[in-house]
């Protein structure tokens, strides 16, 4: 269990690298120096294009964990405003910067927890319940309505 979670943070920080690692691949720095580099490349994004408000809609609150702890690490501050959804995130930000940098670098670390959440929950599925794998029974239409997602 242990070693799953180090291969999960080793994967994690390797992505993270790709997002942070300046134009060398030989030069090698500590973690304030590769986000006070992202500060700084998104300062002068930030000089030259406008930060537009973005409303970003997680789908669950790991999303939304893990999208503002990205947003934290980079220095901007995600808010909500009052009524909106617990898993919406509001961000002032340079588009260019959330196209080039901040939405794919997201992407990619939630496809790397999504995948490690849907091992280890069927893992644990199957060890309290059963085997709960393998696709649920197709069925015509009955045409009668109800239910609770209807």
């Keep these: 269990m242990v070693d799953e979670e180090q291969q999960l943070i080793a994967k994690l ?3 993270e690298a790709l997002f942070t690692r300046p134009g060398s691949d030989g030069e090698r720095r500590a973690a304030e120096s590769a986000s006070a580099r992202i500060r700084a490349r998104l300062a002068t994004l930030e000089a030259v294009e406008r930060p537009v408000e973005y409303r970003f809609s997680l789908a669950d609150t790991w999303s939304r964990s893990l999208f ?3 947003l934290r690490r980079n220095g901007l501050t995600a808010y909500r405003y009052r009524g909106q959804r617990g898993t919406t995130v509001m961000v002032k930000v340079a588009k260019t910067y959330v ?3 901040l ?3 997201f992407q990619q670390l939630q496809a790397v927890l999504h995948e490690h959440f849907a091992t280890v929950t069927t893992r644990v599925v199957a060890q309290v319940l059963g085997d ?3 696709p649920v029974e197709v069925r015509e239409e009955s045409g009668a309505a109800g239910g609770l997602n209807e």
Excluded: M
């Design 13 to 15: 920080r390797k992505i």
């Design 132 to 134: 709960a794998e393998g």
């Design 68 to 70: 503002i702890a990205i």
């Design 103 to 105: 939405w794919p670098e």
């Design 99 to 101: 196209d080039s940098t």
